[in-house]
């Protein structure tokens, strides 16, 4: 009686393999809530590609973690480096690394102080240099990369892993932004040919390396990797209760009324697990800010679409989800399914912690 993700597992795999050979050089990302599977899960079948780089013609030597909190995660599951996406400060858990766990670990510069305060700590350290982008986040400009080679070549850092382009999500290609980049960090001298590349296509990677034959380009790639194959995974909940009411009747925490004759369905999942916490999409077209007025009105009203679906159909929520279930109107007329039948649910896997999750 759960939330639960289940993965057909032999489609899965197939995937995986897939998508690491249609990359050569892959650093595959395990964050946050590992997309849904945990990131230990996901570190396990990291050292499962690796093991199978015969077939896919590309040794996964190196893993991405989001932050140095998830380094545990995964370092007792995976047995090569470990890439902390999250830039390196001078505090908390980026200076509270196990020394078990501390040689394997690459970490990510943004700033050239930084550069130094992590080299007089350990002149062995291992690092990215990471460029600012057109998102802005994090990362140096072409003159603080200038001056972070000078500070490679003077201490004679024997650390440097490569350059680190975190790149924005949008159709348009890529390829003008990566270029400059890339002409910038030759220009400001930095001793490495090695570049660490986001939300790039296959095509414009096989055109990067046809530009740059000298360089090596290795995409870290996260979401089309485990969740490039949506048929692959099935999300369901469990129906708990069931209760036929009346036009009128009393239901809930706030004590709604219901405004029909039907069926008040009690199923698993709620804000614990993200169900109706909807991450922004991000979307700037009419059409998206018009629906989510919509939503905002049928919120208003107290009749919002559900996430979960019976035969086919959505289903409203009859009022906002609880901590580990929620309510669903069924209109009276339409099929109410037994307790303990599953139903389908449609997740933003990155935003949802599951109860199970079963690979076949």
């Given at each position: 009686?759960?939330?639960?993700?289940?993965?057909?597992?032999?489609?899965?795999?197939?995937?995986?393999?897939?998508?690491?050979?249609?990359?050569?050089?892959?650093?595959?990302?395990?964050k946050?809530?590992?997309?849904?599977?945990?990131?230990?899960?996901?570190?396990?079948?990291?050292?499962?590609?690796?093991?199978?780089?015969?077939?896919?013609?590309?040794?996964?030597d190196?893993?991405?973690?989001?932050?140095?909190?998830e380094?545990?995660?995964?370092?007792?599951?995976?047995?090569?480096?470990?890439l902390?996406?999250?830039?390196?400060?001078?505090?908390?858990?980026?200076?509270?690394?196990?020394?078990?766990?501390?040689?394997?670990?690459?970490h990510?510069i943004?700033?050239?102080?930084?550069?130094?305060?992590?080299?007089?700590?350990?002149?062995?350290?291992?690092?990215?240099?990471?460029?600012?982008?057109?998102?802005?986040?994090?990362?140096?400009?072409?003159?603080?990369?200038?001056?972070?080679?000078?500070?490679?070549?003077?201490?004679?850092?024997?650390?440097?892993?490569?350059?680190?382009?975190?790149?924005?999500?949008?159709?348009?290609?890529?390829?003008?932004?990566?270029?400059?980049?890339?002409?910038?960090?030759?220009?400001?001298?930095?001793?490495?040919?090695?570049?660490?590349?986001?939300?790039?296509?296959?095509?414009e990677?096989?055109?990067?390396r046809?530009?740059?034959?000298?360089?090596?380009?290795?995409?870290?790639?996260?979401?089309?990797?485990?969740?490039?194959?949506?048929?692959?995974?099935t999300?369901?909940?469990?129906?708990?209760?069931?209760?036929?009411?009346?036009r009128?009747?009393?239901?809930?925490?706030r004590?709604?009324?219901?405004?029909?004759?039907?069926?008040?369905?009690?199923?698993?999942?709620?804000?614990?697990?993200g169900?109706?916490?909807?991450?922004?999409?991000?979307?700037?077209?009419?059409?998206?800010?018009?629906?989510?007025?919509?939503?905002?009105?049928m919120?208003?009203?107290?009749?919002?679409?559900?996430?979960?679906?019976?035969?086919?159909?959505?289903?409203?929520?009859?009022?906002?989800?609880?901590?580990?279930?929620?309510?669903?109107?069924?209109?009276?007329?339409?099929?109410?399914?037994?307790?303990?039948?599953?139903?389908?649910?449609?997740?933003?896997?990155?935003?949802?912690?599951?109860?199970?999750?079963?690979?076949?």
């Amino acid at each position: 009686m759960s939330l639960r993700l289940t993965v057909d597992g032999p489609r899965w795999r197939a995937h995986l393999l897939a998508t690491a050979a249609g990359h050569p050089g892959i650093v595959p990302v395990a964050k946050g809530n590992g997309y849904g599977f945990t990131i230990g899960r996901l570190a396990r079948r990291v050292q499962w590609l690796h093991e199978h780089a015969e077939q896919t013609g590309t040794p996964v030597d190196l893993m991405a973690v989001g932050t140095y909190r998830e380094l545990a995660q995964a370092a007792s599951r995976y047995a090569g480096d470990l890439l902390v996406l999250t830039p390196w400060r001078p505090v908390g858990g980026a200076v509270e690394v196990p020394e078990a766990t501390d040689h394997r670990v690459v970490h990510t510069i943004s700033r050239v102080q930084d550069l130094r305060d992590l080299t007089d700590r350990d002149p062995g350290a291992r690092f990215v240099l990471e460029q600012l982008t057109s998102m802005r986040r994090h990362g140096m400009t072409r003159r603080e990369l200038a001056e972070a080679a000078e500070v490679v070549a003077d201490r004679r850092l024997p650390g440097l892993r490569g350059l680190a382009l975190h790149l924005p999500l949008n159709n348009a290609s890529h390829l003008g932004e990566v270029t400059r980049l890339v002409n910038d960090a030759v220009a400001a001298g930095i001793a490495t040919r090695t570049v660490f590349v986001s939300h790039l296509t296959r095509d414009e990677l096989v055109r990067l390396r046809s530009t740059y034959p000298d360089f090596s380009f290795r995409p870290r790639i996260g979401t089309d990797l485990w969740l490039g194959d949506r048929g692959a995974l099935t999300v369901t909940s469990t129906v708990l209760d069931v209760h036929p009411l009346d036009r009128g009747e009393a239901f809930g925490y706030r004590g709604r009324s219901m405004p029909t004759s039907g069926h008040l369905l009690v199923v698993s999942g709620g804000t614990a697990h993200g169900i109706g916490l909807e991450a922004p999409s991000g979307e700037q077209s009419i059409r998206a800010r018009a629906a989510t007025l919509a939503r905002g009105g049928m919120d208003a009203a107290g009749f919002v679409r559900s996430p979960f679906s019976i035969d086919g159909k959505q289903r409203l929520f009859a009022e906002p989800p609880h901590m580990q279930a929620s309510m669903l109107f069924v209109p009276s007329g339409a099929r109410v399914p037994a307790i303990g039948e599953d139903i389908d649910v449609r997740v933003r896997f990155t935003a949802t912690d599951f109860d199970d999750v079963v690979v076949g």
